[in-house]
C-alpha cells in the first residue's frame, strides 16, 4: 500500500436514470461491497439527500462517482447526467457541513462487468436489476480505491465545491445556505439538464419496478428527518 493512501472509508456511486448504485470499502480499501440502491428523484433530489446522509453515516472520506464515457473516451448525455449528479452531491454535502471530496472516474465496463460478476456467482437475470447497480458502484470503488493504493494520489477529477454566490437577500437567516434540488439553479422549478433526457445506460431501467413494489429498490431515512 502506498504510504499516501489515507485511512478511512470510501463510498463509490453509479448512476442511472432511474436507479443510483451505492457502495462501501473498508477503511483499509481492501473489498469493496454493494451498499444499496436508490431510486432516482430528478424533481426534488431526494435521493441526492440520502446519498449525502449515508456518506455522512458511514463517515465517507471521499466519494467515487462513475462518469460513463463511450469507448473511445468521448462524452454523452449519461456523462452529462453523472456529473450534473456529482455536483449536486457536492452542493448538499457543502450544505450539511460535510467537506468530503467527490471524484468523477471512468467507469467504462462497469455495468458489463458487474452483469458478468452476478451470472458467475449464480443470480439470475431475473433479479439483476435490484442487484447490477450496487455491482457496478462497488466495481467502480474497487478500481478506484486499487488505483489510490497503488500510486498514492486520488483518481479521477475532483468536482469543485458550490462557488461564492450574491449576498443574502434582505431578512433571510445569516450563513444559511440556498440549495438548489438535484443540482438545478438557485431558485429554477425544474431539475438541471441531464437529469431527465436521454435514454439510461443501464440495461432494464426503462422496466423498473415502480416505488412499492416486490424489487423495487429500498430507501433510507435521511438525517434530516425526510422519509421516502
Same mark, same amino acid.
Given at each position: 500500500?502506498?504510504?499516501?493512501?489515507?485511512?478511512?472509508?470510501?463510498?463509490?456511486v453509479?448512476? #442511472?436514470?432511474?436507479?443510483?448504485?451505492?457502495?462501501?470499502?473498508?477503511?483499509?480499501?481492501?473489498?469493496? *461491497?454493494?451498499?444499496t440502491t436508490?431510486?432516482r !428523484?430528478?424533481?426534488?433530489g431526494? %435521493?441526492v439527500?440520502? $446519498?449525502?446522509?449515508?456518506?455522512?453515516?458511514?463517515?465517507?472520506?471521499?466519494?467515487?462517482?462513475?462518469l @460513463?464515457?463511450s469507448? !473511445?473516451?468521448?462524452?454523452?448525455?449519461? *456523462?452529462?447526467m453523472a456529473?450534473d449528479?456529482?455536483?449536486?452531491l457536492? =452542493? =448538499? $454535502?457543502?450544505a450539511?457541513?460535510?467537506?468530503?471530496?467527490? =471524484?468523477?472516474?471512468?467507469? =467504462?465496463?462497469?455495468?458489463?462487468d458487474?452483469h458478468?460478476? $452476478?451470472?458467475?456467482?449464480?443470480?439470475?437475470?431475473?433479479?439483476?436489476?435490484?442487484?447490477? %447497480?450496487?455491482?457496478?458502484?462497488?466495481?467502480?470503488?474497487?478500481?478506484?480505491?486499487?488505483r489510490?493504493?497503488?500510486?498514492?494520489?486520488?483518481?479521477?477529477?475532483?468536482? @469543485?465545491g458550490?462557488a461564492?454566490?450574491?449576498?443574502?437577500?434582505?431578512?433571510?437567516?445569516?450563513?444559511?445556505?440556498?440549495?438548489a434540488?438535484? #443540482?438545478?439553479?438557485?431558485?429554477? %422549478?425544474?431539475?438541471?439538464?441531464?437529469?431527465? !433526457?436521454g435514454?439510461?445506460r443501464?440495461?432494464?431501467?426503462?422496466?423498473?419496478?415502480?416505488?412499492?413494489?416486490?424489487?423495487?429498490?429500498? *430507501?433510507? *431515512?435521511?438525517?434530516?428527518?425526510?422519509?421516502?
Amino acid at each position: 500500500m502506498s504510504a499516501g493512501f489515507a485511512h478511512g472509508r470510501r463510498m463509490g456511486v453509479d448512476v #442511472g436514470l432511474v436507479r443510483v448504485g451505492v457502495a462501501l470499502c473498508d477503511p483499509d480499501g481492501i473489498l469493496a *461491497t454493494p451498499l444499496t440502491t436508490l431510486r432516482r !428523484d430528478p424533481k426534488k433530489g431526494f %435521493d441526492v439527500k440520502l $446519498l449525502a446522509g449515508l456518506v455522512q453515516e458511514h463517515d465517507a472520506v471521499a466519494v467515487y462517482v462513475g462518469l @460513463p464515457r463511450s469507448l !473511445d473516451g468521448g462524452e454523452n448525455a449519461s *456523462t452529462a447526467m453523472a456529473r450534473d449528479y456529482a455536483a449536486a452531491l457536492v =452542493r =448538499r $454535502l457543502h450544505a450539511k457541513g460535510r467537506d468530503v471530496p467527490v =471524484r468523477l472516474v471512468d467507469e =467504462r465496463l462497469s455495468t458489463v462487468d458487474a452483469h458478468r460478476a $452476478l451470472l458467475e456467482a449464480g443470480v439470475s437475470r431475473r433479479e439483476h436489476m435490484d442487484k447490477v %447497480d450496487q455491482v457496478a458502484a462497488a466495481t467502480i470503488l474497487q478500481s478506484a480505491v486499487d488505483r489510490a493504493k497503488a500510486t498514492g494520489a486520488e483518481p479521477g477529477q475532483l468536482v @469543485p465545491g458550490p462557488a461564492a454566490g450574491p449576498p443574502p437577500p434582505p431578512g433571510s437567516r445569516p450563513g444559511a445556505p440556498v440549495v438548489a434540488h438535484n #443540482g438545478g439553479d438557485p431558485g429554477a %422549478d425544474h431539475p438541471a439538464p441531464g437529469h431527465l !433526457d436521454g435514454r439510461s445506460r443501464h440495461a432494464g431501467d426503462a422496466a423498473a419496478a415502480p416505488e412499492g413494489a416486490p424489487g423495487a429498490p429500498l *430507501t433510507t *431515512t435521511d438525517p434530516d428527518g425526510e422519509h421516502s
